[in-house]
């Protein structure tokens, strides 16, 4: 059954941790393949950009591009903000300051059903 | 009347502050600036200093200079930018009698001051201060000045200096109007330089690169393919990766000052700007004038005036009429 706009939360795995992000990539792999048009808001209070968080979020950015799907990033410090600028990954993220902000904006646009592990908003 | 000047840059008070007034602003810094003009009033008796020596070191140099017969000693601290005339200056020194000239522009003083030896040799040393002269006398100047407290303070010089609205010239010809690019920088046909922007010797920008908003490149810099400026510059030995794009921001090395923020970050752990190996640039201010020690011998010296590569390539340019 495909789900019709689905809005996820998920914080990051440590950009350290391989199997964690292999992990990760296969969950937004299958929200890709089983939704329509989902919205996956990821959670970045306090957690450092490095080149791998980098290249999780450009992957996870390429899987929701399948489904005509979205990526936003909430939470993120200054550092990280002008990190994403400078990378030009906000041409294919959308950045809030707070998930709160990020699922204002998402949920109005977008109905919300549950998945796993992640935190589920309904619109 | 023999004229003795006492340069003394910012320093770094023992913090990671960068010291602006070393930093490149279109080819030479500041202090190179300020060392020209002073050579321009053909004063050869020219020292520079760090601010981070005491003050009294740096009034024994005055002092030593009045006993041997300097008659007025120019005194710039290097905190601030500004067209101010020193030849007019001198001229209004002389000509109101004054013993202490001290130049301010509208927000308070500019850090030039011009002494009479007297005062010097009645000057305090127990307490740093100089003599009893009274008054000093102020010399208001209305002209281009920029106080050099910040990153943007900085931004502000360089683009004023590609906009034409002060006296500061880049190192460089002029490819287009406001386009400047010095003779050894390499840059690549498929680079688009979009309105006024400098590019510094040894400079390599790889094709697709893109310069806008008034962005400068200073020496010895490697902008990788694709990467786009955008009302920012780049400090020397800096290589930026492919595919970014910076606005309003300073690169020096790994670091970023992002001016919309006002927060500093650093770019290294991820690999997106680096440190290259610095080259030696000929300059047109001998580098025996940068000895910071305090020894007598080292402290004191004639500056000849030597021109740069660039400048003869400018001068080979204007002979050849372009």
């Known amino acids: 059954m495909i789900s019709n706009g689905m809005v996820v939360v998920k914080q990051l795995p440590d950009g350290r941790a391989r199997r964690k992000r292999r992990e990760f990539l296969a969950e937004i792999k299958q929200l890709a393949r089983e939704s329509y048009r989902p919205q996956l808001i990821v959670d970045l209070p306090s957690r450092k950009l490095t080149s791998e968080v980098l290249d999780l979020l450009l992957s996870c950015a390429e899987q929701m591009e399948k489904s005509e799907g979205r990526v936003s990033v909430a939470g993120a410090s200054p550092e990280a903000a002008v990190i994403l600028e400078l990378t030009q990954l906000t041409s294919v993220v959308n950045v809030f300051p707070s998930v709160s902000e990020a699922v204002g904006i998402d949920a109005s646009r977008f109905g919300s059903e549950d998945l796993n592990d992640g935190r589920h908003l309904a619109a | ?237 800096t290589y930026l990766a492919p595919g970014l794009c910076v606005r309003n921001s300073i690169i020096d090395g790994t670091r970023l000052e992002n001016l919309d923020r006002g927060i500093s970050v650093d770019l290294g752990p991820l690999g997106l700007s680096g440190r290259k190996k610095p080259i030696s640039i000929p300059s047109s201010t001998p580098s025996v004038i940068r000895n910071r020690s305090l020894g007598e011998t080292s402290f004191c010296v004639q500056v000849p005036i030597v021109p740069d590569a660039v400048d003869r390539a400018s001068a080979q340019v204007e002979a050849n009429g372009q």
């Open chain 2, 1 to 237: 009347m023999e004229l003795g000047a006492l340069v003394v840059t910012q320093g770094s008070h023992g913090t990671q502050q960068i010291d602006n007034s070393t930093l490149p602003v279109l080819g030479k810094t500041v202090l190179d600036r300020w060392v020209e003009r002073v050579q321009g009033l053909g004063i050869n008796l020219l020292s520079v200093v760090d601010s981070d020596l005491l003050g009294s070191d740096r009034l024994h140099t005055m002092i030593d200079w009045a006993k041997k017969g300097v008659d007025q000693i120019l005194l710039i601290l290097v905190g601030s930018y500004s067209d101010v005339d020193l030849l007019d200056v001198v001229r209004f020194h002389h000509e109101g009698q004054h013993r202490i000239t001290r130049v301010f522009d509208p927000l308070g003083p500019l850090g030039i001051s011009l002494l009479d030896r007297q005062i010097i040799l009645n000057s305090n040393f127990e307490t740093h201060k100089l003599g009893p002269a009274g008054p000093s006398t102020r010399y208001d100047f209305l002209g281009y000045s920029v106080r050099l407290s910040s990153p943007s303070a900085y931004r502000k010089l360089v683009e004023d200096a590609l906009e034409g609205r002060c006296d500061v010239k880049p190192n460089g010809l002029e490819a287009e109007r406001n386009v400047w690019i010095h003779p050894a920088a390499h840059v690549n046909p498929s680079v688009r330089l979009e309105g006024s922007c400098y590019v510094g010797a040894y400079t390599r920008l790889n094709p697709g690169v893109v310069l806008r908003g008034r962005s400068s490149v200073e020496h010895n810099c490697d902008i990788d393919i694709g990467t786009t400026l955008d009302h920012a510059s780049v400090l020397p030995n």
